[in-house]
C-alpha cells in the first residue's frame, strides 16, 4: 500500500524556519517526481514546489521561490521542504503528493503549518 | 504559468441529478489534465486523469471529457457522498497547476 506521511508542521513566529518531512512506504520512491501542494483555510489548492526523480531540477511556485528549498533523500524514501522567512501568508495545510503519469495519484493526509506570534 | 479556470464556483443540485463541471485552460494541455474531489478535512483524492480515463476505484458515473484547452466533468447522479470540491489541475507544464475549485453542494 502506497503511503505517504507528511511531519513537522506547527505553530512558527513571523519571520521563523521550519521543516517538513514526507515520509514514504510501498511504492519506489526513487521512481517518482515529487511535490509538495498546500491548501490556506478555507482556501483551494496551491503549487508549492517539485522536485524530480534523482533531485537534480526543481520547481518553485512565486510566492515562495527564494524562501524555500525543496530535497529528497532517495536512501530513507523521504522528501523534505525547508521553509524560511515565514509570514502569515504561508500558513496552510502542506501536502506532500506523488506524481505518477496519470497526474497526482497520491497525497498525503496534510500538515498543519500555523505562524503566529 | 497556465491559468486554469473553473465553472461555477458553486453548483446547487439535488441528490439524483446530474452534474456538469467546467475547466478551462489559458492554453493548449492536450489531454495533461486530472479531476480531484476534496471532502472536507481529507486530501483530494485523484478522479480523472488523461482528461477521460478514471482513476483505479472510482465509480462510473464520473466521467471527463475534452482536450486542449475545454474540458468537463460530468457526474451522472449525483449521490450523497458525492458532495464536495472538485479541482482541474494541468500537468502537461511545469509549475502544476490547478483551478480555483467548483463546490458541489447539495439543492
Known amino acids: 500500500e502506497v503511503q505517504l506521511v507528511e511531519y513537522g508542521g506547527g505553530l512558527v513566529q513571523p519571520g521563523g524556519s521550519l521543516r517538513l518531512s514526507c515520509v514514504t512506504s510501498?511504492?519506489?520512491?526513487?521512481?517518482?517526481?515529487m511535490y509538495w501542494v498546500r491548501q490556506a483555510p478555507g482556501k483551494g489548492l496551491e503549487y508549492v514546489s517539485a522536485?524530480?526523480?534523482?533531485?537534480?531540477?526543481?520547481y518553485y511556485g512565486n510566492s515562495v521561490k527564494g524562501r524555500f528549498t525543496i530535497s529528497r533523500d532517495n536512501s530513507k524514501n523521504t522528501l523534505y521542504l525547508q521553509m524560511g522567512s515565514l509570514g502569515p501568508a504561508d500558513m496552510a495545510v502542506y501536502f506532500c503528493?506523488?506524481?505518477?503519469?496519470?497526474?497526482?495519484?497520491?497525497w498525503g493526509q496534510g500538515t498543519l503549518v500555523t505562524v503566529s506570534s | 504559468e497556465i491559468v486554469m479556470t473553473q465553472s461555477p464556483a458553486t453548483l446547487s443540485v439535488s441528490p439524483g441529478e446530474r452534474a456538469t463541471l467546467s475547466c478551462r485552460a489559458s492554453?493548449?494541455?492536450?489531454?495533461?489534465l486530472a479531476w480531484y474531489q476534496q471532502k472536507p478535512g481529507q486530501a483530494p483524492r485523484l478522479l480523472i486523469y488523461g482528461a477521460t480515463t478514471r482513476a483505479t476505484g472510482i465509480p462510473a458515473r464520473f466521467s471527463g471529457s475534452g482536450s486542449g484547452t475545454e474540458f468537463t466533468l460530468t457526474i451522472s447522479s449525483l449521490q450523497s457522498e458525492d458532495f464536495a470540491i472538485y479541482y482541474c489541475q494541468q500537468y502537461s507544464n511545469w509549475p502544476r497547476t490547478f483551478g480555483q475549485g467548483t463546490k458541489v453542494e447539495i439543492k
Open positions: 522536485i524530480s526523480v534523482n533531485g537534480d531540477s526543481t
Open positions: 503528493v506523488r506524481e505518477a503519469s496519470s497526474g497526482s495519484d497520491h
Open positions: 492554453q493548449s494541455l492536450d489531454y495533461n
Open positions: 510501498g511504492f519506489t520512491f526513487s521512481s517518482y517526481a
